[in-house]
């Protein structure tokens, strides 16, 4: 499943769109992002961070540079996934290596 990536309007709530992104690092972005109310011309910066694990790579070389996320915290992202009609396969068992 594919999501488009959105954020709120600051000032009316209206979903935005990104105008443009750009890395500062490999786990941050900048977003610069546009109301997409016309009428509104609002636009606001967004920093994107990476910053937990929820399943690790499968991949023999790939780098861990996040902490995995907290089990509390995968738990309700369950739940709220499985509320929301969502298929959350983050409790799939990882490949073997
Ligand atoms: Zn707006």
Redesign the pocket.
Known sequence: MTRVVTMT?P????P?RIRSSAALSNVVRVQYFV?R?LG???QWKVLAESVSILTPSALPFAAEPLPKMDEDERIALFVSQKSAGQQADMFAPSPPR
């Open positions: 309007c000032a009316c709530q209206t935005g109301c109310m509104c011309g609002c």
